[in-house]
């Protein structure tokens, strides 16, 4: 099983690694949509300083869920998810297997970048490492809750927008919790309870979000 | 090694009856020929029997036993060969068998040896290093069927496996099926036309379809 | 044939039922408006908007009530692949959508006058927000293939994966500290409200839950005879007649 696990994931990093730039896209997504912020509220550094959290972790969203339509998509156009799903393999673990590398290749590059991004946003310091954990505990429930939603809109008409449609507003409890801790953190409070509730969110999202995701994908090659 | 049966089958796709009442049973070293018209359930059978999908009515089972009971044992038993040839553009071939192969258990150590022979059978040796999007329909075809032959499993589910391929490469696929069949393997296939393999037992679908009833 | 069978009995059952309802509805509703109206006091505090609650309380009901029917109804129509099930699940999504936003607005509309503002983003609107998403989610999903039994399936999964916001709405009064105030009926120790005031919001929230059942009765209905039509239309195109 571990070894099974470890070829899904070394493929599919392989894969993304090969053809293309689809987590680059998305971490150079990311950057653009975060840069737009000061042009449209005014360059005022202590206004951006204020919602930078907000921004970045908005941005981060939106980054993840432009990736997450080709999760499944290109291995049902071509059959090869037929063929996974007939590997003897439990499909909850290739679910996650599946998960896990579209984290590292497209969640993961978020958290290093995201620093880089507070600083031109003028968050206060004290913030930095609150973010970076917050990210490291939400961009991959982001990917897990994500996948569920990648694997409902499979071979539905307007995937894409539907996608949005379905995953957004599930969404929503990371995105108040990661802006709560980095607040907290850069306003000089302690930011360990709302990284629990992350991580509460997370441990969730690894036990309901593979079920509910093979689920789906059964019954789209059905 | 074991038997196959399937009883009072019944396929219903979308909001359709695509056939029913479809019994059969075969045992070591047997083929089934699925002819048909278009639309009578040939590739729906062999999801089916793969286990892609539930029939909507009537039971598969391997050696008595429903091969929805334990799911992973099914398929680790069975190779299914579809309409898709399932190769990525930018791996080479020798890449996606040895994943394939890899997930089904086949070690490291015999893996070379054993994508060699497949790939010699079907007469693509020269293919080994080559990059999936420089393919041909008939060559990713040839390597979509050496996948099943690299991983050994007892039960061969094809769709219109002939389809793209050359004389040749139909020469080499029959070899292969009577190679398998002669170990004891199984073969379902469906087919338009050609020659069937010896001593299979066809089955047409359109005579069992809700088509054919009302023909 | 034996897929129809339990339909033909759900169609009868209906046909008798359905007028029941729509009774029901109509003498439940007015005896709840005049009594919401003319019986119940207005409050020292809040003057006559307080009648608003007689609409925006059992909405919020109908809201995670139907939600909860559209979970049951679509587990059972994923188990155990129960064909009136999934339709009845489907009609029930854009009423429950219409009844939370009906809470939203008449929460928005009682919001201003009491705590100035037509929003907050507290947690109990915020849920309820993403329960009304999450139905426009499964309306969306549900039609957005072209074979009905997939979107069934697909947006019964998405119905039970938005399950968990149910409990998240219900105690997010009582986990945060909000405006919204905690529930007044709904209570261990009997309800902590006024008879006069108890009795209009029960009216309403009976004549709303008939409505519920009249418009299922109504669209399950009618989505067996469209799906009659399918069967003919696809009959036709078979050419077997």
Known sequence: MLRSAVILVRRDVRLAFRQGMDSLMAVAFFVLAVVLFPFGVGPEPNILARIAAGIIWVSALLAS????????????????????????????????TKVFAHWLTSGLPLVVVAPLLALILNMAPEGFWALMAALAFGTPSLSL????????????????????????????????????AVDAAAEGFAAKPHLMMMAGIL???????????????????? | MGAFSAKGLACVRGERTVFVGLDFSIGPGDAIVLTGANGSGKSSLLRLLAGLAPPAAGTIAWNQEDIRK??????????????????????TVTEQLTYWAAL????DSGMSEAILTALSDLGIAHLAAVPGRYLSAGQKRRVNLARILVAPATLWLLDEPRTALDDDAKRRLDTAIARHRANGGLVVLSMHGGDRPQGAITIDLTARSALGMAC | MQYFANPTRFMKLTQRLGPLFAAATVLLFGLGVYFALFFSPADYQQGESVRIMYVHVPAAWMALFCYISMVIAAAVGLIWKH?????????????????????????????????????????????????????????????AFDDPTRGARASAILALVGAVNLPIIKFSVDWWNTLHQPSSVVRLDGPAIHPSMLWPLLLMAGAFTCYYMWVLCLRVRSEIIAHKVRALRLRQAHGWE
């Open chain 1, 65 to 96: 869920m432009l990736s997450l339509e080709r999760l499944f998509q290109a291995d049902y156009e071509d059959g090869s998810l037929e063929l996974l799903v007939l590997q003897p393999i439990p499909l909850e673990v290739l679910v996650a």
């Open chain 1, 145 to 180: 809750i994500g996948a569920v939603g990648a694997a409902l809109v499979l071979g539905s008409r307007r995937g894409g927008v539907l996608l949005s449609l379905l995953i957004l507003p599930l969404y929503i409890p990371v995105l108040i919790f990661g802006v709560a």
């Open chain 1, 203 to 222: 441990l969730a999202s690894l036990v309901l979000a593979p079920w509910a995701s093979a689920a789906a994908l059964r019954q789209a090659l059905e």
């Open chain 2, 70 to 91: 334990d799911p992973n044992a099914h398929h680790a038993r069975c190779h299914y060969v579809g309409h898709l040839d399932a190769l990525k553009p930018v791996l």
């Open chain 2, 104 to 107: 089904r258990g086949v070690s």
């Open chain 3, 83 to 143: 064909p009136v099930a999934d339709l009845a699940a489907k009609a029930t999504a854009p009423v429950g959508a219409a009844f939370t936003f009906l809470a939203l607005v008449t929460g928005s509309l009682w919001g201003k006058p009491m705590w100035g503002t037509w929003w907050v983003w507290d947690a109990r609107l915020t849920s309820v927000l993403v329960l009304f998403f999450l139905y426009l989610g499964y309306i969306a999903l549900n039609s």
